[in-house]
T-cell receptor
Framework: KAGVTQTPRYLIKTRGQQVTLSCSPI?????VSWYQQTPGQGLQFLFE???????NKGNFPGRFSGRQFSNSRSEMNVSTLELGDSALYLC????????????FGQGTRLTVV | AQSVAQPEDQVNVAEGNPLTVKCTYS??????LFWYVQYPNRGLQFLLK??????LVKGSYGFEAEFNKSQTSFHLKKPSALVSDSALYFC?????????????FGKGTMLLVSP
């Protein structure tokens, strides 16, 4: 059974640009969450989606957005990139919104220069 | 609001010795508690969870954790450490009454096991 797949693994962007990250959950999983990991702030919650609906959102500016498609795949978008957006972005999937443990992908390392 | 505290940035232990990585939590409702491990340049790997029932939870790779409701703690333990256990460990909490799958993580504890 394939795990959570995140693409791309590495990304370098320039300040002011925008970026789209993709996450394919484990087959059959309908809940997808996104987290940002930085050395200073640790792991911070971005969004949670279930059946194409955003159920919860973390404390991030409106430049951060996301969506989930009917096949449960999810994308997150960051517009007008800032240096501080450099981070490891992790996607996690679970079977349902009531499931307990989440399974994480290997992440997308975004570097903003 | 929910929070997790991992008071130690780093834990050093010799191979073969027991290890403990500490975690305390705060949540308004009843908690689901988790431990995850992260190896360099990798995502988080699930180790174990506490949902209900026995306070001692056994997980992957010989790890276990003890839930203590009165002390709001969920310390990770292993009887005999291996060099390969060296990694970054995260404790996480989820409020089972919130209706969300959102996890709140601690800052992480780096475990270094020396040969």
């Amino acid at each position: 059974k394939a795990g959570v797949t995140q693409t791309p693994r590495y990304l370098i962007k320039t300040r002011g640009q925008q970026v789209t990250l993709s996450c394919s959950p484990i087959s059959g999983h309908r809940s997808v969450s996104w987290y940002q990991q930085t050395p200073g702030q640790g792991l911070q919650f971005l969004f949670e989606y279930f059946s194409e609906t955003q159920r919860n959102k973390g404390n991030f500016p409106g430049r951060f957005s996301g969506r989930q498609f009917s096949n449960s795949r999810s994308e997150m978008n960051v517009s007008t990139l800032e240096l501080g957006d450099s981070a490891l972005y992790l996607c996690a999937s679970s079977f349902s919104d009531r499931d307990t443990e989440a399974f994480f992908g290997q992440g997308t390392r975004l570097t903003v220069v | 609001a929910q929070s997790v505290a991992q008071p130690e940035d780093q834990v050093n232990v010799a191979e073969g010795n027991p290890l403990t990585v500490k975690c305390t939590y705060s949540v308004s409702g009843n908690p689901y508690l988790f431990w995850y491990v992260q190896y360099p340049n990798r995502g988080l790997q699930f180790l174990l969870k506490y949902i209900t029932g026995d306070n001692l939870v056994k997980g992957s790779y010989g790890f276990e954790a003890e839930f203590n409701k009165s002390q709001t703690s969920f310390h990770l333990k292993k009887p005999s450490a291996l060099v390969s256990d060296s990694a970054l460990y995260f404790c996480a909490v989820r409020d089972r009454n919130s209706g969300y799958s959102t996890l709140t993580f601690g800052k992480g504890t780096m475990l270094l096991v020396s040969p």
